[in-house]
């Protein structure tokens, strides 16, 4: 049985029209659940408020401005110690590097034209295979494989779209109940 919009009229304390006041009467009469969480919300609504302790807005306050405190101090302490870890792991892997650098200016100019250079025939290599990758693979695979893959591909691609719409609305999920 669907007590969803029952639920929402029942908490919410604003005035229904005569045709969802009709409904909603007829489902307590039919439903235990709803009809015991009318009774409650009834009761809830009777009870009388208790008045706080003297002073409890001031040291509430003060209590949630020591937490503030607190949690911006604990903030900067770890925002402190990722940046210092960060920049030690920084400098652990680039010392050697920072050596050769500040040591001769011969020495850096070399490598950084050796890595310039590697990094250039690399991607001459990188394209070389895959132009004949290109040229091979089509006449390698057959047909229904690639059909297959294309299937596989496109429902994992549903999938994650439907993971994503759901993991959106799953907030509002909880707030009804």
């Known amino acids: 049985m669907n007590h969803l919009p ?24 039919a439903c235990d659940h709803c009809a015991a969480l009318a ?15 003297p002073g409890f807005t001031a040291r509430f306050q003060q209590r949630l401005e020591m937490q503030r405190a607190l949690e911006r101090r604990n903030r900067l302490v770890g925002m402190s110690a990722l940046a210092l870890g960060a920049l030690g792991l920084t400098l652990w892997l680039a010392g050697p ?3 050769s650098f ?12 050796n890595f ?7 991607g001459q290599a990188i394209g070389d295979i895959s132009s004949i990758l290109l040229r091979i693979l089509p006449g390698l695979i057959p047909p229904i ?5 294309l299937s596989a591909v496109s429902g994992l691609g549903l999938l994650w779209a439907a993971s994503i719409w759901r993991l959106t609305r799953l907030p509002e999920r909880s707030v009804r109940l």
């Open 6 to 29: 029952f639920e929402t009229w029942l908490l919410n304390e604003q005035p229904l029209a005569p045709e969802q006041q009709r409904g909603l009467q007829q489902h307590l009469r």
């Open 39 to 53: 009774e409650v919300n009834l009761a809830l609504r009777a009870a009388k408020l208790a008045a706080p302790a």
């Open 97 to 99: 590097w920072l050596a």
């Open 102 to 113: 500040f040591g001769s200016p011969a020495a850096w100019i070399a490598a950084m034209a």
């Open 116 to 122: 310039l250079l590697s990094l250039l025939a690399m």
């Open 145 to 149: 494989a690639w059909l297959v893959t």
